[in-house]
């Protein structure tokens, strides 16, 4: 059964920093893309960062872009959003995924960023 936890949100101010990790299991994880989404409310599910299979290539929505760094421990079976620079539009429930399993998600974790 894939399994996904985030943690590590919380109330952080403008500029501040966060490090959100995902534990993952139940699957090949080493050989497993992960993606990091964000959902704010009254908004859509968005693509913050994707990581590729032994972190060959990462990408960035724009609006994340130079902010945002998403990292891989296979070790650990996890996945990391370091988050710097933090903007009150940040705020969202985060939440992690394996692209190889696109129906399965965990609870997300809160990042509040207020203005």
């Known amino acids: 059964q894939v399994q996904l936890v985030e943690s590590g949100g919380g109330l952080v101010q403008p500029g501040g920093s966060l490090r959100l990790p995902c534990a993952a299991s139940?699957?090949?994880?080493?050989?497993?893309?992960m993606n990091w989404y964000r959902q704010a409310p009254g908004k859509e599910r968005e693509l913050v960062a994707a990581?590729?299979?032994?972190?060959?290539?990462?990408n960035y929505a724009d609006s994340v872009k130079g902010r945002f760094t998403i990292t891989i421990d296979d070790a650990k079976n996890a996945v990391y959003l370091q988050m710097n620079s933090l903007h009150p539009e940040d705020t969202a429930v985060y939440y992690c995924?394996?692209?190889?399993?696109?129906?399965?998600w965990g609870q997300g974790t809160q990042v509040t960023v207020p203005s």
């Open positions: 139940g699957f090949a994880f080493s050989i497993s893309a």
């Open positions: 995924s394996a692209r190889r399993f696109p129906d399965f």
């Open positions: 990581i590729s299979s032994l972190a060959a290539t990462r």
